[in-house]
């Protein structure tokens, strides 16, 4: 496949590094790629619906609107684009979460270790678009497994939450073989996506969208090693 790269810096000589990196990186790969600069948060966001970005190479601090801000305006239309920061400051590391970045690389940034982030990066575009097939009533609908919540069992039937509701009539075991890894079984009543967990406690599982989980007894140690380790 070929890797649509977007590096947004203000800074011309530490833009053209980064990207003259990525670029050697696509190469060293064997990937085919497209990549593009952006002097400013406004340049980026003013192409946005025009081309799609795989990988986002972005500074914080940025004249009027810095990186942090310029991530969460990509958000609201895109939860694809694996965001990386390149900054030279450390203190807006945990913002990064709220953005669902992928990793932040302090400045100067090596080759070895963006390398290892494009790595990741490549590899969570992939797992993107992966995909449910489900049979619904006079249609087979595939769903990207990105946008699954959670699935839960409703007496025969299992109802998958992504953007909508999908019923159908499954086991729940034979659709958590087919999710695969990134999933997590809460007992015999739901399975949920571990990237969709924005906090777990005792008793319940809560999700980025509000929604909340009830988590059986026994399973804190468990959902949270499985947090951990997912890639």
């Not at 053209?16 to 966001?45: C, I, T």
């Not at 290892?116 to 993107?128: E, G």
């Not at 678009?129 to 009533?137: G, I, M, S, V």
């Not at 039937?157 to 075991?173: D, M, N, Q």
Request: with cysteine; charged share 30%.
């Amino acid at each position: 496949m070929a890797y649509h790269i977007a590096v947004c810096d203000d800074s011309p000589e530490d833009r053209d590094y980064v990207a003259g990196l990525a670029g050697r990186w696509a190469r060293a790969r064997g990937y085919e790629w497209k990549l593009a600069q952006f002097p400013s948060a406004e340049s980026f966001l003013f192409q946005l619906g025009e081309e799609r970005w795989d990988i986002l190479l972005l500074d914080v601090e940025m004249g009027r609107m810095d990186g942090v801000s310029m991530a969460r305006e990509l958000r609201k239309a895109n939860d694809t684009t694996q965001i990386v920061f390149v900054t030279g400051y450390a203190e807006y590391i945990a913002e990064g979460y709220d953005v669902a970045a992928l990793h932040y690389l302090l400045k100067p940034v090596g080759e070895e270790k963006l390398f290892a982030v494009l790595d990741r990066a490549a590899a969570a575009v992939k797992k993107s678009e992966r995909t449910l097939a489900l049979e619904l009533p006079g249609e087979t609908l595939r769903v990207p497994l990105r946008q699954i919540r959670y699935a839960e069992v409703r007496g025969n039937y299992v109802t998958v939450h992504a953007r909508g509701e999908y019923t159908v009539k499954k086991p729940l075991s034979v659709l958590e073989e087919e999710l695969g890894e990134g999933f997590y079984r809460l007992g015999r009543s739901s399975v949920v996506n571990l990237r969709w967990i924005s906090r777990v406690t005792k008793v319940d599982v809560y999700l980025n969208d509000g929604t909340v989980l009830p988590l059986p007894r026994g399973s804190y140690q468990g959902i949270n090693r499985a947090i951990i380790e997912m890639d």
